[in-house]
């Protein structure tokens, strides 16, 4: 869908806004990255990604390939695969066909290859569920994957590039995440740079041929303890790296594109008395509470971009001396609690004039959160001046 | 022939409009949402659009919905107190989950030429009347048991809600609509002139 | 050491191979047949472990490890990620032991080869798990012994016959061979490397600690299961153009069984049943085309 004229300029530059998807923005931004190794196995609701790339391999507007894999373990091989060899390699999944990746996600940050992986999230079964939570990412965090969490398709398009890049500066791999349905299936304006912008951004084939009859070499074969705990000494060294390069990124996306992105973003907490910190579609909901309710309480939000590596300090910069902050997560790890709680509590541990940690799930299958579910909590929240130990549900 | 004020939208809490459009499987009401979301779209609108939740299946009901604003639209959750709703199928009023939680005194428009005597007609809503399915039969669009009246909804709600131009819709559907355009954009003008008030909501 | 000058060694000597390795006698003789402008993918199992512990390798062309039963999918991977940076000549091989192609492998071998992707899969074939200590695979012939079939539970199953499943896919080239015949192999291999498309082999490759034999008569008992026509040597063509080596006198298939100390627990009855079923599935065999005459 494409708007007949420019709907907004940005200095020099005319931007194009279109209608699209959660689905068709990462598949749009694959496009835009040149993505030259694409294999995908369709999944609900990951579908539109895989049917648009594959249209744009077979229309010729994306040179790539695209391998029509027989399962998603073979699509992340594929990926490896690939990226060995030098390209630049995509997939996307969901759920399911995430948790049949697993023992692959941790050969991909194990052999520091820059994949990119779109997923959207999905509860994961038994029983089967279309709905909505995030245990399908959260439960891939140690698997040595940076992890970025997205409310919309604009962030969904912009996260992508800017994937690409910080996987093939850090030699780790990103995963994207977006929530199915919420993200994924809702149509809205996205704005769309242009190929030239995006090749400045993002130079194409920065793969680095590892495989080459020239140099030969052996990647992979067994190390002693020795080398395996240096190696993963190293890994951590580089993920502790990762927030500034991505914040370094962000700014040069800003530079390019215009809209800046932060690891962790903060509205309206300074002299809050709570603070709702969310990530993905919930952040917009908040937000979108919080504009209407202005100067009614003390309010504000933090949505959380980066998940991986935890972005520990800009957390504890944004928190240090507020009130009271309630997590609210889209997830569960049945008997642990909310994921994004226990990472935020971990973060803040001994920190002075840390705020008051209250645990919220909510949302798990996909149940609605609206403003009112918003406002409910808040109001329950307020009125109960301490923080309950254990998980404070939504309705739902 | 407006049915809210949209100028006294600007000063109210919400400045959005929330439609909801109803049909059975297969009748292509995301794709009327697609259209018109595409329509406000085009006229420098904040949009967003969305498929219920759940398996679609040929002949149940089927919900979209569309979101406008002058604004970003930030929010993302079910549309639980839409200002429209868009009914493909009459027979739909039999389900009262059609109609939960529209807004009081919001529009109704409805696929049907007359308020026929035995449906639930909603008495607290604004209702427009167009006979869509027979505009689709002249058209040769869909087939009598099963017409194709998704655009012809969109033109008469152009009409009934003053809140978006024909043109914008005659232009998504060229943008959108698979296969005979020129028909479709024929059942919007059509649908567009022929729209009518079915009634006042009761005092 | 036979062969002509000019085919190189792209292997080193002091890999970690038992003595009497077949899969080292197998993965020489490829490697020679493709030479240095080669990408070996190569998923768990012996091959992998033999190549040797970082920081030492044997292989002397880029050799990348893979996960269990990814072979397929990875060389297939590794294939279009060269052709997209440039490089259309390198040869792809996946080099994968009989439990990563028969059994955790066989989802991502056949989504290859039904996709007909371009790179050559060969599987070195020791009939069980050997790296993990002689477990069972669908390749484990009927009536041996492994540490999951032991004693009073032997395997009691066909070896499955992978050769009508890669021919049931239609790819460009299959073919079976054994490491008692290395001219046959290379032949085969050089054959294969110059069609486009998926190809495959089935090597035969006796494991001395796991069949029970003294290692220096790895060969030689690849030659019985060859001559005694349990292991017959064909190359097929688009699932459709057989061709057989020529077949020289047969042996009984006792000759081979009883070198063996897996087969240790095969009785009288076993064996006749097997001289039987071998003797119809050869029958069968030659049905699908002319063997070429000719004795060795």
Request: with cysteine; net charge positive.
């Amino acid at each position: 869908m494409t708007a007949p004229k420019a709907v907004s300029s940005r200095g020099a530059w005319e931007t194009m806004k279109r209608l699209l998807t959660g689905n068709e923005a990462a598949a749009l931004a694959v496009q835009f990255a040149r993505a030259q190794v694409i294999a995908a196995y369709p999944i609900t609701p990951q579908t539109r990604i895989a049917e648009k790339l594959a249209e744009a391999v077979a229309t010729g507007e994306l040179r790539a390939r695209y391998m029509k894999v027989e399962s998603e373990t073979s699509a992340m091989a594929a990926c490896i695969g690939a990226s060995m060899a030098g390209a630049r390699a995509f997939t996307a999944t969901s759920s399911q066909g995430l948790a049949l990746m697993h023992e692959l996600l941790h050969w991909a940050s194990g052999a520091r290859l820059p994949i990119v992986l779109v997923n959207v999230n999905r509860s994961m079964a038994a029983p089967w569920s279309l709905g909505v939570d995030q245990n399908d990412s959260l439960s891939q965090r140690d698997t040595g994957w940076i992890q970025l969490y997205c409310g919309s398709g604009q962030e969904v398009f912009d996260s992508v590039l800017l994937a690409f890049r910080l996987a093939e500066e850090t030699l780790l791999p990103v995963m994207v995440s977006m929530e199915g349905f919420f993200v994924s299936h809702y149509l809205e304006p996205v704005e769309i740079p242009t190929q030239e912008e995006v090749d400045r951004f993002l130079p194409c084939c920065r793969g680095r041929p590892r495989l080459d009859p020239k140099r030969p070499c052996t990647f992979g074969g067994g190390v002693q303890s020795q080398v395996l705990y240096s190696l993963r000494k190293r890994m951590e060294a580089d993920m502790e790296e990762v927030g500034a390069s991505f914040t370094r990124l962000a700014l040069r996306y800003a530079q390019v594109f215009g809209r800046s992105y932060r690891a962790v973003e903060a509205f309206q907490t300074e002299g809050s008395d709570l603070v709702l910190l969310c990530s993905g579609s919930i952040a917009g909901t908040v937000k979108a509470f919080l504009t209407e309710n202005q100067g009614k309480r003390r309010v504000g939000l933090v949505q959380m971009r980066l998940f991986r590596p935890f972005p520990r300090e800009e957390l504890r910069r944004v928190l240090q001396g507020l009130r009271r902050v309630a997590v609210v997560d889209r997830s569960l790890s049945p008997g642990g609690g909310g994921i994004f709680a226990q990472e935020v509590k971990s973060a803040l541990f001994g920190l002075k004039e840390a705020p008051m940690v209250v645990s919220v799930v909510g949302g798990l299958g996909g149940v609605d959160i609206t403003p009112g579910h918003i406002d409910g909590l808040v109001k329950a929240l307020l009125k109960n001046q301490h923080a309950p130990t254990g998980i404070f549900w939504m309705e739902g | 022939m407006g049915c809210l004020d949209v100028e006294g939208l600007a000063s109210e809490g919400w400045q959005m409009i929330e439609i909801k459009i109803s049909g059975r499987g297969g009748q292509g009401a995301v794709l009327a949402s697609h259209i018109l979301a595409s329509a406000f779209f085009k006229e420098g609108m904040w949009v967003q659009a969305f498929p219920s939740f759940g398996a679609e299946r040929r002949g149940a009901p089927v919900s979209a919905f569309v979101r406008v604003n002058r604004k970003e639209i930030t929010l993302r959750c079910n549309i639980e107190h839409p200002d429209w709703v868009i009914l493909l199928d009459v027979q739909l009023l039999q389900n009262p989950a059609m109609l939960s939680g529209v807004k009081t005194n919001g529009c109704l428009l409805v696929n049907a030429p007359e308020m026929l005597e035995a449906l639930n007609w909603p008495k607290s809503l604004n209702i427009f009347l167009v006979d869509a399915s027979a505009i689709s039969e002249i058209l040769f669009l869909g087939i009598s048991s099963f017409p194709v009246v998704n655009t012809a909804m969109i033109g008469a709600f152009a009409k009934a809600s003053g809140l978006v131009s024909l043109e914008s819709v005659l232009d998504a559907v060229r943008d959108l609509v698979p296969s005979k355009k020129e028909r479709n954009e024929a059942a919007v003008i059509e649908a567009f002139q022929r729209v009518k008030r079915g009634n006042l909501p009761n005092q | 050491m036979g062969g002509p000058r000019h085919r190189t060694e792209l292997i080193n000597p002091g890999h970690f191979a038992c003595p009497g390795c077949g899969e080292r006698i197998a993965f020489r003789h490829v490697l020679r047949a493709l030479g240095r402008n080669t990408v070996v993918v190569c998923s768990a199992g012996c091959g992998s472990v033999v190549d040797g512990y970082y920081p030492t390798t044997s292989s002397k062309v880029p050799f990348f490890h893979c996960s269990f039963g990814t072979a397929a999918a990875t060389a297939a991977g590794v294939k279009a990620g060269l052709d997209m940076i440039g490089n259309r000549t390198t040869t792809v091989v996946a080099w994968a032991g009989d439990g990563g192609t028969f059994d955790i492998g066989l989802q991502s071998l056949s989504g290859a080869a039904e996709r007909n992707e371009d790179f050559l899969y060969v599987c070195y074939d020791n009939e069980a798990y050997m790296n993990t200590g002689v477990q069972r695979s669908s390749a484990t012939p009927k009536g041996a012994w492994t540490t999951t079939t032991p004693r009073g539970a032997l395997e009691d199953r066909p070896k499955k016959n992978l050769a009508s499943i890669l021919i049931a896919h239609q790819v460009p080239y299959m073919a079976t061979a054994t490491v008692a015949d290395p001219e046959d192999l290379e032949k085969k291999v050089r054959k294969a490397k110059m069609v486009k498309g998926f190809r495959f082999i089935h090597v035969l490759s006796p494991c001395p600690p796991g069949w029970g034999f003294p290692p220096e008569k790895t060969v030689h008992i690849a030659r019985l299961a060859v001559l005694s026509r349990i292991f017959p040597l064909f190359e097929v063509e688009n699932g459709k153009d057989w061709t057989f080596s020529p077949s020289a006198e047969k042996v009984p298939v006792a000759d081979y069984v009883r070198l063996q100390g897996r087969f240790a627990y095969y009785k009288e009855e076993h064996l006749s049943a097997l001289q039987k079923e071998t003797d119809l599935a050869w029958d069968a065999l030659m049905s699908k085309g002319s063997p070429q005459k000719g004795g060795r």
